[in-house]
Structures are given as structure tokens and as C-alpha cells.
């Protein structure tokens, strides 16, 4: 019996203008989580989809068990026991969580589906697991991190031996992160294996035994997780030292204030939500899941409708409807879901970059000027260091990361004055995070005012000049750089409606329920 349960030799795979892997090499133990990682677009993802049997290798070969192992398709890959978690999610969004969970492996009373025993199945897999999840509900209608819930409960409703997760935790907040290793722990016995996909480092110490890292499609090593740094792993990944010390820029006291946000609320969720935003100032916004940080930027941009308050843009009172006139404002939003909303994946990079700045940048007499847009496009792309082998390629082939730049690029090119990041960061590996950390900055020196959404917060409290912190659809606190401390935003972050937030100065917290900017 061969020592490894999964053993990947001599892979490589190539697609147009792109060498994806190349003599790639990796082996997972029996009982062991293996963590792979690697810069965006070193190969991650590509690897795992071989190994489900979306892509076929050009060469080198796959053993499972000790036997030779080729999936013909992710089906056969499932029924041999590689069961696989994949960073954009797989999901029905029209079907119940049940529906989704069980898809194609529905219980049936004859020839009828039994949609009693499929919704007893999917409550008893989902109580087992310890997930939040309404089994009845319309994928479509839940969050980011409920819709991957979904996706871990139907990986792990197969009897798999090999399960692969690909950025499972791009979309949950810590206290998720600790029920999916939970999961992870559960799942582990002699005869099973985890290959673990992250680019949060803080995460390998806490769930990996060994760390493989890769690099531009080639495998670059192996190390055990105790005997080793995470600096040297980032070393590994990207081949070069990173520091990682860097604070928010000064900005000087009394800066002007660009957007004035007084008592919004939706009908949903948003309660009596009021702060400003000065100019040059990064401002973030901390908080659990689902308590309406989000929410906030969608009724600020018109996606969503706002039923109370008011929106000062550089002192004017505006009605914005739709995204469409946030931009014309100058107000830019890089949304949460970037498949969904922030993405044309069938148009090429150019185009995307390109599309919100059309009318006033590159149009004339009503024609576009298609030599001039790529142009712009080429050198913002150039900027953000977008791995791509044209701006001409099909967007939906780039890695998840180089995705999230190419909207970030977009809405360089249209130069708003005002940008508001939701997860700017998600799925993004740490060089990249630096590169994206030393952009804001520039920006917030040029004089550009940003509203940064993250649910990592020590990123929110690295980058802010000040932190809004809420809860349950209420702005619960405001806090400086200075005053802000992963303890102070927690406590403001679990306050209930009824609870007083004065009682956080206990905490060294000061001035809660200011708006007002204030110097760092």
C-alpha cells in the first residue's frame, strides 16, 4: 500500500498563450491536511480542476491510493472519492438548500421525488455539520458565506476520502473560519486527506500539517507546518521578502468632507446609518456577518432602495437611483460578488476595464475609440500587475485574483473621486494584498476618499484612517486609528439595538458616536 493517499506527478497543463502547471508534483498523507498555496494564478486552481476531472492533463499522471487514478469527469472523480469544494461556487441558485445539496442523488418513493426525506436528509446533515442553514430557503436569496455553508454541506454529504477546498473561507468571519475547521477535524481519520487552498496565512498554522507552495505553475517545495514561519512561506510563494508593517497614510486634520451620509435606512436591515468621509481618507467598515456593511454601500451606490435619509456629495444633496448615476457622481463601487456584479467573464480584460468610462473617455460623435481605451486599459492593467497574456484575453480565464484587479482597474480608469471597496482583498494571495494595501494609500494621497468593506479585520484596522463599526444594521461605534483595537471593534460589533455603547469605554474606547473626521 502506497504511503501517500493522493499522489500528483510530472502534471502539466497549458491553455492558449497560457502554461497554467508545469512538472507539477504533490503528495497528500493519509489523516493529514495538506495546504497548497501560491500567488494568483500560480496554478491552484487549475490543479484541483484536473484532479475533479474538469480539465484533462497534457502530461504526468494522477495515483489514488497507491492505483493509477484519471477522472474522466467531476461525477467519476466523486464516486472514487474526491470530493471537491471550488472558490467560485457550484450552486442552483433557483433550488432550496436541500435541492442543492442533494442535486442529481434526490430520494425518490417510485418514480416521485420525496421531498419530505430530501429536506429530513439535508436537516440531518446540516444539525450533524453544525451550519447555519434554513434547508428551505432559495440559495438565491442567502449571503456570500451562507451560500459556501452550502456548498461545504453538499461536499461533505458524499462519502469522500479525498476532500478539496478551494479558498473555503474567502466569505466567513471567524467565528465560521472556527466551525469549518471544526469540520475539517471531524472529517480526518486514517483513511481520508484535505488538500487546503488559502491565502490566509494566519489559517495554516491553526488547520495544516504540511505546507505545499507553488510558483508560477511549478512546484517549489514542501514544508511542516511547526518547523516553519509563515514569512518563509511568503518568501517561497513569491520569491521575494515582503513587509508587512506598513500603516495608513497621514492625512492632515480638518480635510474636506466628500460625502456626508445622514440617517439611511432601508426597509431590510439599515436602522438611522449616519457618517462622513473626508477627502484623502480611507474609512473602514468593520462588523459580523450580516450586519449590514454591505447593505450600506448597495443603498449608498441605488442597487439597493433606501426608504430614510439624506447623501451629500462635496456638499450637495443628491437622489442616486442606480449605480450607474453613483458613477456619474464620481462615486465608483467594486461590489462583493465580482462574478455577478462587477464582471462581464464572456468580454475581454480591455473591455471591462473600459466599459464604465465609455461615454465620456473614449467615445466620440457617438463612436468608441478602441485604440485609445486599450491603450488605458494596458497601462492600468500594467499598473495592477494583472497576469494576463493580452488585455485582449477572455476575462473569465484569469485567476480569481487577477479578476478582482481587473475591477479594481475599472474604476481607476473612470477616476472617481469617491471609491468604495467591498472585500477588496477576497481571494486575492498576500503579495497581491500588498500590492492592493500600497494602491489605496497612493490613492488616499492623491486625494481620493475610500470606504473599505472587510471581514478580515486586522486588514481594517492596518488600513483605516478610521473604523465604522456595525451591528444588526446600525452604526454601533466610530473609532479612530488610534482608538481602534481588535477589542474595542468586537465589542462595538456584538452590541445589541438595546445596549448602551458607552459602556466600551471600559475598554479605553472614546467619542463612540462621532462622525466627524478626525487626524491620525
Avoid at 447623501?311 to 450607474?324: D, L, W
Avoid at 467573464?345 to 468610462?357: A, G, K, Q, R
Avoid at 466610530?478 to 471600559?506: C, F, K, W, Y
Amino acid at each position: 500500500m502506497s504511503d501517500y493517499l493522493l499522489e500528483v506527478e510530472g502534471v502539466r497543463k497549458a491553455f492558449p498563450g497560457v502554461l497554467a502547471l508545469d512538472d507539477m508534483h504533490i503528495n497528500l498523507r493519509y489523516g493529514e491536511v495538506l495546504a497548497l498555496v501560491g500567488e494568483n494564478g500560480a496554478g491552484k486552481s487549475t490543479l484541483m480542476k484536473l484532479l475533479s476531472g474538469i480539465y484533462v492533463p497534457d502530461a504526468g499522471s494522477f495515483r489514488l491510493q497507491g492505483q493509477p487514478f484519471t477522472p474522466e469527469s467531476p461525477k467519476h472523480a466523486l464516486e472514487s472519492g474526491i470530493s471537491i469544494i471550488h472558490q467560485e461556487f457550484n450552486l442552483m441558485p433557483h433550488l432550496t438548500v436541500a435541492q442543492n445539496i442533494y442535486i442529481g442523488r434526490e430520494p425518490r418513493r417510485g418514480l416521485v421525488l420525496s421531498d419530505r426525506e430530501l429536506n429530513r436528509r439535508a436537516t440531518e446533515l446540516v444539525d450533524r455539520l453544525g451550519l447555519p442553514l434554513d434547508i428551505r430557503a432559495t440559495v438565491s436569496d442567502l449571503t456570500v458565506a451562507n451560500q459556501q455553508m452550502v456548498e461545504i454541506a453538499k461536499a461533505l454529504s458524499y462519502d469522500a476520502r479525498v476532500l478539496i477546498m478551494d479558498e473555503p473561507t474567502a466569505a466567513l468571519n471567524d467565528a465560521e473560519v472556527r466551525t469549518l475547521h471544526g469540520l475539517i477535524r471531524r472529517f480526518i481519520r486514517e483513511d481520508t486527506g484535505v488538500i487546503y487552498i488559502s491565502h490566509r496565512m494566519d489559517e495554516l498554522k491553526a488547520i495544516a500539517d504540511r505546507i505545499t507552495v507553488i510558483r508560477d505553475g511549478r512546484y517549489v517545495g514542501t514544508l511542516d507546518t511547526a518547523k516553519t514561519s509563515m514569512r518563509e512561506v511568503i518568501t517561497l510563494m513569491v520569491g521575494r521578502t515582503l513587509t508587512s508593517d506598513a500603516r495608513p497614510v497621514d492625512v492632515r486634520d480638518g480635510r474636506e468632507t466628500v460625502l456626508d451620509v445622514a440617517g439611511l435606512s432601508t426597509k431590510e436591515l439599515l436602522r438611522d446609518v449616519s457618517f462622513t468621509l473626508g477627502k484623502g481618507e480611507i474609512l473602514g467598515f468593520a462588523g459580523l456577518m450580516g450586519a449590514g456593511r454591505t447593505e450600506v454601500a448597495r443603498a449608498l451606490v441605488g442597487a439597493d432602495k433606501a426608504s430614510a435619509g439624506t447623501i451629500r456629495v462635496h456638499g450637495r444633496q443628491v437622489k442616486i437611483h442606480t449605480p450607474a448615476e453613483a458613477a456619474e457622481l464620481g462615486i465608483g463601487y467594486l461590489s462583493e460578488d465580482r462574478k455577478q456584479l462587477g464582471l462581464l467573464l464572456e468580454h475581454d480584460v480591455s473591455e471591462n476595464i473600459t466599459l464604465p468610462s465609455l461615454r465620456e473617455r473614449f467615445s466620440r460623435w457617438g463612436l468608441v475609440d478602441k485604440l485609445v481605451a486599450r491603450r488605458a486599459a494596458k497601462e492600468v492593467a500594467d499598473r495592477l500587475t494583472i497576469k494576463t497574456p493580452s488585455i485582449r484575453q477572455t476575462t473569465k480565464f484569469l485567476s480569481g485574483g487577477n479578476q478582482q484587479k481587473v475591477v479594481i482597474a475599472k474604476w481607476l480608469v473612470k477616476d472617481c473621486d469617491i471609491l468604495i471597496f467591498d472585500e477588496p482583498t477576497r481571494g486575492i494571495d498576500v503579495g497581491a494584498k500588498e500590492e492592493i494595501y500600497a494602491l489605496l494609500n497612493s490613492l488616499a494621497q492623491q486625494g481620493k476618499a475610500i470606504i473599505m468593506i472587510s471581514s478580515e479585520l486586522p486588514e481594517v484596522l492596518r488600513m483605516s484612517h478610521r473604523v465604522v463599526v456595525m451591528a444588526e444594521g446600525r452604526v454601533s461605534g466610530i473609532l479612530s486609528a488610534d482608538e481602534a483595537t481588535q477589542e474595542g471593534v468586537m465589542h462595538l460589533a456584538t452590541l445589541r439595538p438595546n445596549e448602551n455603547p458607552d459602556d466600551a469605554a471600559e475598554l479605553g474606547l472614546l467619542d463612540l458616536h462621532s462622525t466627524e473626521p478626525k487626524a491620525v
